[in-house]
């Protein structure tokens, strides 16, 4: 590789650093082809990136990142997967894939540029809710109110409504 190609490679990664702050490495040592094609399709379908890259250019371009707290986890085969904005996804996928797969091992990573890691960390991510969950759950938590009014304000119209059919039917059976 020729060395402007890596000062290149270097820009492009600490670039793709700075912008995703949710980082994990894996070693992914005894994937086969198709394991690793799938992995990368099952991230992807996530919202997250999934790259190979060289450790030494990838220590080099982590500088001056959220990344640059898990360097030295640029050891052997490592795969680097990466989402912008969803953390708990990525780690899901990566879990359920390393059940599958144990041949891909979780090492450790970064969720927002700050806090570090570890396998059983993104295992205890993993099983958090996600972030279409939470979505939902706090619209119920917001909608749950309004709901109880509107039933609160319907049920004396409802008693009186009923009140009258009652009578009503009272009434037509006393006649027949």
């Given at each position: 590789?020729?060395?402007?190609?890596?000062?290149?490679?270097?820009?492009?990664?600490a670039?793709?650093?700075?912008?995703?702050?949710?980082?994990?490495?894996?070693?992914?040592?005894?994937?086969?082809?198709?394991?690793?094609?799938?992995l990368?399709?099952?991230?992807?379908?996530?919202?997250?990136?999934?790259?190979?890259v060289?450790?030494?250019?990838?220590?080099?371009?982590?500088?001056?990142?959220?990344?640059?707290?898990?360097?030295?986890?640029?050891?052997?085969?490592?795969?680097?997967?990466a989402?912008?904005?969803?953390?708990?996804g990525?780690?899901?996928?990566?879990?359920e894939?390393?059940?599958?797969?144990?041949?891909?091992?979780l090492?450790?990573?970064?969720?927002?540029?700050?806090?570090?890691?570890?396998?059983?960390?993104?295992?205890?991510?993993?099983?958090?809710?996600?972030?279409?969950?939470?979505?939902?759950?706090?619209?119920?938590?917001?909608?749950?109110?309004?709901?109880?009014?509107?039933?609160l304000?319907?049920?004396?119209?409802?008693?009186?409504?009923?009140?009258?059919?009652?009578?009503?039917?009272?009434?037509?059976g006393?006649?027949?």
């Amino acid at each position: 590789m020729l060395r402007s190609d890596k000062v290149r490679m270097v820009e492009g990664l600490a670039a793709d650093f700075a912008k995703t702050p949710n980082v994990f490495l894996a070693s992914y040592r005894g994937l086969t082809a198709n394991q690793s094609t799938e992995l990368r399709r099952r991230v992807r379908i996530a919202g997250g990136t999934l790259r190979v890259v060289k450790n030494r250019l990838a220590k080099r371009a982590s500088a001056g990142t959220g990344t640059e707290k898990i360097r030295d986890g640029f050891a052997g085969m490592i795969a680097v997967a990466a989402h912008e904005s969803d953390p708990v996804g990525l780690a899901k996928v990566l879990t359920e894939f390393a059940k599958d797969n144990p041949q891909l091992d979780l090492l450790s990573g970064v969720i927002d540029a700050q806090q570090v890691v570890d396998a059983a960390g993104v295992k205890q991510l993993s099983s958090l809710p996600g972030l279409p969950e939470l979505r939902a759950q706090l619209l119920a938590l917001v909608n749950t109110p309004a709901t109880m009014l509107v039933r609160l304000l319907n049920t004396p119209g409802g008693q009186v409504a009923r009140a009258i059919d009652a009578r009503r039917e009272n009434l037509e059976g006393g006649e027949g």
